[in-house]
């Protein structure tokens, strides 16, 4: 199980704080950067149990996100500048994709048996606890338009990131499937969040 320090936690705050103050600069942005900072984004897990499942899991996956999305663009087009998109997308769709899970898993604690003791004993867990019901992209994308506004293709991006992991597709929903055909840039954050989870944070 993963596990950030205090330090690494502050280090990964401070690192998100200064790519939105360098980059983002929408009507709005100062009230989303006050909801982040008052909100358990920063402190929140990334999952309950399959990848960062720890305090300060949220961010840093976020992070990690962004750093494997720039990295797509730049593979697909040489560099962030001959790519169509700005970097101010690319932080806005990369650090902001996983909104949803802000609010969204609460601390409690179970009974676990102890490998080395064989005693039982109380351990902390997180536990999903959903007060917002809508499906994981979509929830993202609208917490994200209530402070500010993005383009089709951002908002497209982020209801679409997850995939063929999306619930809806379980049902034969295919406009994720066309979405992802339709605009590049919900290929390459699906990609870059593929990879993030699966390499930079295997546990």
């Not at 560099?79 to 650090?95: F, H």
Request: glycine share 6%; net charge negative.
């Amino acid at each position: 199980m993963a596990i950030l320090t205090k330090q690494e936690i502050q280090a990964v705050k401070d690192k998100v704080l200064e790519l939105i103050n360098e980059n983002v600069h929408r009507e709005g942005t100062d009230k989303l950067v006050n909801w982040l900072k008052s909100s358990d984004f920063f402190y929140a897990p990334a999952s309950t149990k399959f990848h960062l499942s720890c305090e300060g899991g949220l961010a840093k996956h976020s992070l990690n996100v962004l750093s494997r999305l720039i990295r797509e663009v730049i593979n697909e087009f040489g560099s962030v500048e001959d790519s169509p998109y700005s970097m101010e997308s690319l932080v806005i769709v990369g650090l902001m994709h996983d909104l949803c899970k802000v609010g969204f898993y609460k601390k409690s604690m179970r009974n676990q048996k102890n490998e080395e003791t064989g005693q039982w004993e109380k351990v902390p867990f997180y536990m999903v606890e959903d007060e917002l019901p809508i499906p994981h992209g979509p929830k993202s994308q609208y917490i994200l338009r209530s402070f500010i506004q993005l383009s089709r293709e951002e908002s497209v991006a982020i209801i679409s990131h997850m995939g063929g992991f999306d619930s809806s597709v379980k049902g034969g929903e295919y406009a994720i499937g066309n979405a992802l055909e339709k605009y590049t840039l919900a290929l390459l954050l699906h990609v870059a969040d593929l990879k993030a989870t699966n390499i930079d944070e295997r546990e």
